[in-house]
């Protein structure tokens, strides 16, 4: 049993670049959530998903795009890279009260 | 979308003391929940409350569902060094959102 499983770990792009950070889970969990964490601060939601097929908005959307095609994938999408999307990117999993967390992928934009 | 306000920001303490930190909400939540991040790693969670009132304890660490469903708080009794890291409440109904965190730091 993996849990959430989270890839690349680590990950450099230029400003402009895109690239998709992988979220998957086998834990059968409906509700996936990704996180930024930005030094030294708390995590920001970014988006969430409910069921496959389901998605919606969280606190900083700007700038990601998500899709759930199935309940054990939930990729974010970073179409025009930018500088201020440094950070630590979570996902995470849950059913019930149970969060489960992926070990993060560190993005630098430069 | 609904705030989050923990504090203190951060804490300094001696080895063996007790550690009380609070995060209040600006709407109602359904469920508590208290993580601990440790550095590069993901938030573990410690404690989850789905009850106004609701008190539980998880070894050394307690926290409490407040009674108006807009707070909680996390103690932590006799704290020793592996204490340390970020402690992250977080609650829902929808959508799970963070405090800013509690970063302690527990002195020998």
């Known amino acids: 049993n993996a849990g959430v499983t989270q890839t690349p770990k680590f990950r450099i792009l230029k400003i402009g670049q895109s690239m998709t950070l992988q979220c998957t889970q086998d834990?059968?969990?409906?509700?996936m959530y990704w996180y930024r964490q930005d030094p030294g601060m708390g995590l920001k939601l970014i988006y969430y998903?409910?069921?496959?097929?389901?998605?919606d908005k969280g606190e900083v959307p700007n700038g990601y795009n998500v899709s759930r095609s199935t309940t054990e994938d939930f990729p974010l999408r970073l179409e025009l890279a930018a500088p201020s999307q440094t950070s630590v990117y979570f996902c995470?999993?849950?059913?019930?009260?149970?969060?489960?967390f992926g070990s993060g992928t560190r993005l630098t934009v430069v | 979308g609904q705030q989050l306000n923990q504090s203190p920001q951060s804490m300094f303490i001696q080895e063996g003391e007790d550690v009380s930190m609070n995060c209040t909400s600006s709407s109602i939540f359904n469920t508590w929940l208290w993580y601990k991040q440790e550095p590069g790693e993901g938030p573990v969670l410690l404690i989850a409350l789905y009850k106004a009132g609701e008190l539980t304890s998880n070894g050394r660490l307690t926290a409490q569902f407040g009674i108006t469903r807009k707070d909680s708080f996390l103690n932590i009794s006799a704290s020793i060094p592996s204490d340390v890291g970020i402690y992250f409440c977080?609650?829902?109904?929808?959508?799970?959102?963070f405090g800013a965190g509690t970063r302690l730091t527990v002195k020998p």
């Open positions: 995470a999993s849950n059913v019930g009260g149970g969060y489960t």
């Open positions: 977080a609650g829902f109904p929808h959508d799970m959102r």
């Open positions: 834990m059968n969990h409906n509700y």
């Open positions: 998903s409910v069921g496959a097929g389901i998605t």
